[in-house]
């Protein structure tokens, strides 16, 4: 097992930086697709996803939220933190194979109510944004330092009709 | 196969609504904390999820979101539309069992660019809500009509350390 640990309010500060990085493999898509119910073909269907301005499978925008999210749970502030807020930019596709890193700084610190502000960039392997926007979380109070859960162990079968 | 469309730019109207309805499953929970790598026991465990003020477990906050690109993805403006962006305030937990269902309502449109800007409220099935927020997208400008690519079929095996 791995360890998570967290940052509390009184140990973040302005221009504090984390990082997450991730591997979008074309199953990724697939299990976003399954779980938002978005199965629209410019994620699934190569032949159509060709006749678009992308010319091949794109990951879901959403995807990339995912992943930023995962960032402020697992990194900074990390477990205990609770999500208030999120904005995002779509700015450029992300493609089966590319690797995706979050980039995190603290911004703005409000002591009073325990409010973080952070920037967040998130780059693909060639360091281009592909999104960027702004998360306020409620930083955690209580140091957490445990065993990081196991990821669940999925797979992905034939496709079914969605009824 | 169940028919998939879209609204065309000149189709969409101010005030025009769609929603879009989902059953959050526990096995939604561990589909996105695989998809994004997001293990936050809050999520996870439930003797954890126990000693937070959520009192047991929750849905990871971005599944709102995944829920909401959806509903822009498949219902309005639906396939051919381009994300451009997204806020989102997190309001409410949602647990296991809920059924939340994303309002989207368009408040503007910019004909000349082609920008929608459409209004987002998730509500959970007691219509209180859990997640609210502003979308952007660039509506379709070709009418596309077609069949629903199937959802993929997963299963969730046993645990597997994230090592």
Redesign the interface.
């Known amino acids: 097992?791995?360890g998570?640990s967290n940052y509390t309010l009184d140990e973040i500060t302005i221009g504090q930086t984390a990082s997450?990085s991730?591997q979008v493999e074309a199953r990724?898509i697939?299990?976003?697709?399954?779980?938002?119910?978005?199965?629209?073909?410019?994620h699934?269907?190569p032949d159509?996803a060709a006749s678009?301005q992308f010319e091949r499978c794109i990951a879901?925008?959403?995807?990339s939220?995912?992943?930023?999210?995962?960032a402020i749970?697992?990194k900074l502030p990390g477990?205990?933190s609770i999500?208030?807020?999120?904005?995002?930019?779509?700015r450029r596709p992300v493609y089966p194979g590319d690797t995706v890193t979050v980039h995190l700084e603290v911004t703005e610190i409000n002591a009073r109510r325990g409010f973080v502000t952070l920037d967040c960039r998130v780059l693909n392997q060639n360091k281009k944004a592909v999104v960027t926007g702004i998360a306020e979380v409620k930083a955690p109070t209580e140091k957490i330092l445990?065993e990081?859960?196991?990821?669940?162990?999925?797979?992905?079968?034939?496709?079914?009709?969605?009824?």
């Open positions: 097992m791995t998570l997450y991730k990724d697939q299990l976003f697709a399954a779980v938002s119910g978005d199965v629209n073909p410019v699934l269907d159509f678009t879901h925008g959403m995807l939220g995912a992943i930023i999210s995962a749970a697992m477990p205990g999500y208030l807020s999120q904005s995002m930019s779509f445990l990081s859960p196991a990821l669940p162990h999925v797979t992905i079968g034939a496709s079914v009709d969605p009824a």
